[in-house]
């Protein structure tokens, strides 16, 4: 992977969901080109226009955010419902338990990052960008999606112009820092080794 990669919305892979019940657009998957039940990780955006069972990915553990619309209940593993919104944190769970989806009120699009569960690990954080703004980036692959704005992302010495669904994903040998500068919501991945 080289060590700074911009990923421009146009050149998303959309496909469609394992379970065949709808649209999904890859972000970016290791290894490149794998297949659904392949992959060591992903990062996806789904639209959700009915309720519905989500895809089963066995060995696999997932985070979802919700990128529009007025949310979903997701009741996991026959666990009581869980209201996801727009302004809720990323909800982890694991995406080999049966999961049912309810939309809130209409259609919604998530965001889902998934890592092969004992290999890998993840984490999702959502950030306000609102002018200039300074972060670590963490040992490991590193991928910042912008969301809702625009902005440049500065690291290692490159920029990259961001604007909606616009990513730059990074292979990152030591924590070093990298600056954002614009108004967007954005959220960061870090994929690290379990």
């Keep these: ?17 394992k379970n065949g019940g709808g649209e999904t657009v890859e972000i970016a998957v290791f290894p490149e080109s794998a297949a659904l039940g392949a ?13 519905g069972p989500f895809s089963i990915f066995e060995g696999i553990d997932r985070t979802l955010s919700i990128l529009t619309g007025n949310g979903m209940s997701l009741a996991i593993g026959g666990r009581a419902p869980v209201l996801l919104t727009r302004s809720s944190e990323p909800l982890a769970f694991p995406a080999d338990v049966p999961v049912a989806a309810t939309l809130a009120d209409g259609t ?12 890998l690990a993840h ?6 960008v609102d002018g ?9 692959t590193v991928l910042l999606l912008c969301r809702d704005g625009s902005l440049v992302c500065e690291y290692g010495g490159e920029n990259a112009a961001l604007e909606n669904d616009d990513a730059v994903l990074a292979a990152v040998e030591h924590p070093s820092p990298f600056v954002l500068r614009g108004r967007a919501t954005c959220y960061l991945i870090h994929i690290r080794q379990a």
Aim: aromatic share 8%; glycine share 8%; charged share 20%.
């Design 132 to 140: 200039d703004w300074t972060g670590t980036a963490n040992a490991g």
């Design 39 to 51: 992959f060591d990780w992903r990062v996806s955006m789904a639209t959700v226009a009915s309720d």
């Design 108 to 119: 919604i699009t998530d965001l889902n990052v998934m890592t092969r569960r004992g290999g």
């Design 123 to 128: 984490s999702v954080v959502r950030l306000a």
């Design 1 to 17: 992977m080289p060590r700074v990669t911009h990923l421009k919305s146009s050149n998303h892979r959309r496909m469609p969901w």
